[in-house]
Nanobody, 125 residues
Framework: QVQLVESGGGLVQAGGSLTLSCAVS????????VGWFRQAPGKARDFVAL???????????NYEDSVKGRFTISRDNASNTVYLQMNSLKPEDTAVYYC???????????????WGQGTQVTVSL
């Protein structure tokens, strides 16, 4: 079983930046795929980004098209933490952001078995 705890959400103006953190515990972190998803009111939970450790010195990252070039996902295996740096934020980025863990590469929420509680990100005009 793996536990995930998100932090770093908040209110920011359009064009601003936020960094979300996801602390992972309870299982061998280095072998997991960790993803970020978001859910706006009345909408489905959508994929944002994921990161997978490919070699001892390289992590593979994958992004949803609307966040490419604005968001950066990274992981620190020493502290078992995954980060989502969000720049040039837009009002349409407003949502609850969740981190989740999976055993294999996937962009589907259904394939992630462990989830954090979520953190609210609100982007104002």
């Amino acid at each position: 079983q793996v536990q995930l705890v998100e932090s770093g959400g908040g209110l920011v103006q359009a064009g601003g930046s936020l960094t979300l953190s996801c602390a992972v515990s309870g299982r061998t972190f280095s072998s997991d795929v960790v993803g970020w998803f978001r859910q706006a009111p009345g909408k489905a939970r959508d994929f944002v980004a994921l990161i997978r450790r490919s070699t001892s010195n390289f992590n593979y990252a994958n992004y949803e098209d609307s966040v490419k070039g604005r968001f950066t996902i990274s992981r620190d295996n020493a502290s078992n933490t995954v980060y989502l740096q969000m720049n040039s934020l837009k009002p349409e980025d407003t949502a609850v952001y969740y981190c989740a863990a999976a055993r294999a590469f996937s962009r589907l929420a259904a394939d992630f078995g462990s989830w954090g509680q979520g953190t609210q990100v609100t982007v104002s005009l």
